[in-house]
């Protein structure tokens, strides 16, 4: 008899307890972004603090590949790996709109080929900031990422470089 008043009363405990971690867990997502640091790219971003906004990080893998007619008979085909890397910091009052802030690096390996040789490898990296607004909703769902991006490396500046995300957050 005694078991079964304490299973009802033993599930219920776990249920709040699981409940409670769950509320407890730092904010991540998943989005595909196009333009910004990684050109087109599937990225994850989470938070370093169990909470929805603060310092976090986002690594990602992108790329695309584009072939063209060299109007003679031959095509040269062109294919880019990108790899974002960075820290960003959320401000906002709400827990579902932010200011977002943020610095990192983005790795570029790009291959092109034509029909009869290989003109070789490109492999470098740029810098990258981010000034942008991130809506999120507070419980998981549907997030929108707007920013400029200005891009620097050696030699260049691209002040107003600017993407788009579109992605869920969990």
Not at 46 to 71: C, H, S, W
Not at 104 to 113: A, D, E, I, L
């Amino acid at each position: 008899m005694l078991r079964k008043s304490v299973l009802p009363m033993f599930a219920f405990v776990l249920t709040l307890l699981t409940s409670t971690v769950n509320a407890q867990e730092a904010a991540k997502s998943v989005y595909f972004e196009l333009g910004g640091p990684g050109l087109a790219s599937v990225n994850y971003d989470m938070r370093f603090q169990k909470t929805e906004g603060g310092l976090g990080f986002r690594a990602g893998i992108g790329g695309f590949a584009v072939r063209y007619d060299n109007y003679n008979g031959t095509y040269d085909r062109t294919s880019i790996l990108t790899v974002p890397l960075g820290l960003n910091y959320l401000l906002g009052k709400d827990d579902r709109h932010f200011f977002e802030l943020g610095a990192g690096v983005t790795y570029v390996n790009s291959k092109k080929r034509s029909d009869f040789y290989d003109n070789g490898n490109f492999n470098n990296s740029f810098g990258h900031l981010t000034f942008g607004y991130r809506m999120q909703p507070k419980n998981g769902g549907f997030t929108f990422r707007a920013a400029i991006n200005p891009v620097f490396g050696k030699g260049f500046f691209i002040p107003y470089y600017a993407g788009v995300s579109f992605g869920y957050k969990f």
